[in-house]
T-cell receptor, first 111, second 114 residues
Framework: NAGVMQNPRHLVRRRGQEARLRCSPMKGHSHVYWYRQLPEEGLKFMVYLQKENIIDESGMPKERFSAEFPKEGPSILRIQQVVRGDSAAYFC?????????FGPGTRLTVT | GESVGLHLPTLSVQEGDNSIINCAYSNSASDYFIWYKQESGKGPQFIIDIRSNMDKRQGQRVTVLLNKTVKHLSLQIAATQPGDSAVYFCAENRMKTSYDKVIFGPGTSLSVIP
């Protein structure tokens, strides 16, 4: 079985551009979670989604960040008008119910 | 406030020795605790978990101990190997009605000296 897939693995954006990060959950998993990890730090919860629904976005910045998990296709984390402080590794995890499996992450660099 | 934190940011051990990684938590309402291993350039990988009603759980070469009295969690790795070099995170899991909310600590970097 394929694990959680994320792409791109590395993304470079200039300040003010948009970043789109994709996450394909494991087969049979309908729960998706996004986390952000700054260098030398732990993972910070951002948002939890089920198909077509945002369940918990308490960790998501109020502006510029959005997430979706459409009926068909991967989950998307979208960051508009990126700033240098958005540079981080963004991890997606999926679960069928409780145990979360993590993807390899997307490393975003804002120049 | 709520937090899950680690006592030591780095740990170096000789190959073959046992490793002990410690973690303190502040929220006694957590349902269970998880240890993750994160190798360089990869996502976290589940190692072992322990429910809040237990005080010890053993896996393959790993043991997790939970002391609820002092809100302390530890991960013991027996006969540490070079492949164990990674950052280890403890995390607390607060099971909500339909999903888990995982709160990660800052991590301990384990280096194994050959």
């Amino acid at each position: 079985n394929a694990g959680v897939m994320q792409n791109p693995r590395h993304l470079v954006r200039r300040r003010g551009q948009e970043a789109r990060l994709r996450c394909s959950p494991m087969k049979g998993h309908s729960h998706v979670y996004w986390y952000r990890q700054l260098p030398e730090e732990g993972l910070k919860f951002m948002v939890y989604l089920q198909k077509e629904n945002i369940i918990d976005e308490s960790g998501m910045p109020k502006e510029r960040f959005s997430a979706e998990f459409p009926k068909e296709g991967p989950s998307i984390l979208r960051i508009q008008q990126v700033v240098r402080g958005d540079s981080a590794a963004y991890f997606c995890a999926s679960s069928r119910q409780y145990e979360q499996y993590f993807g390899p992450g997307t490393r975003l660099t804002v120049t | 406030g709520e937090s899950v934190g680690l006592h030591l940011p780095t740990l170096s051990v000789q190959e073959g020795d046992n490793s002990i990684i410690n973690c303190a938590y502040s929220n006694s309402a957590s349902d269970y605790f998880i240890w993750y291993k994160q190798e360089s350039g990869k996502g976290p990988q589940f190692i072992i978990d322990i429910r809040s009603n237990m005080d010890k759980r053993q896996g393959q070469r790993v043991t997790v101990l939970l002391n609820k009295t002092v809100k302390h969690l530890s991960l013991q790795i027996a006969a540490t190997q070079p492949g164990d070099s990674a950052v280890y995170f403890c995390a607390e899991n607060r099971m909500k009605t339909s999903y888990d909310k995982v709160i990660f600590g800052p991590g301990t970097s384990l280096s194994v000296i050959p």
